[in-house]
């Protein structure tokens, strides 16, 4: 399992790279966001921080993101 997790970790990791130059475990580590560089200042619920450690996206790009795709629905 543990096999799996890096492969997947490996994969996102290469995705994210080529998407925004970044990853995810490196803006977190810098506490910056992964879409847009900027800091991280705060999140408006626990499921936003959370989220954050799972894709690295700040609260601004969060919204923007999924507002994004309420809209297109």
């Known amino acids: 399992m543990i096999e799996r997790a890096v492969?997947?970790?490996?994969?996102?990791?290469?995705i994210s790279t080529k998407?925004?130059?970044?990853?995810?475990?490196?803006?977190?580590?810098r506490a910056?966001?992964?879409?847009?560089?900027?800091w991280?200042?705060?999140f408006k619920d626990e499921i936003s921080r959370k989220?954050?450690?799972i894709t690295g996206m700040c609260?601004?790009?969060?919204d923007k993101v999924y507002n994004d795709i309420k809209e297109s629905k």
């Open 19 to 29: 998407a925004f130059n970044n990853t995810q475990k490196r803006a977190d580590n």
């Open 7 to 14: 492969k997947v970790q490996e994969a996102i990791d290469k």
């Open 59 to 62: 609260q601004a790009c969060q």
């Open 40 to 42: 991280i200042m705060g």
């Open 51 to 53: 989220e954050y450690h």
């Open 32 to 38: 910056e966001c992964i879409c847009c560089g900027g």
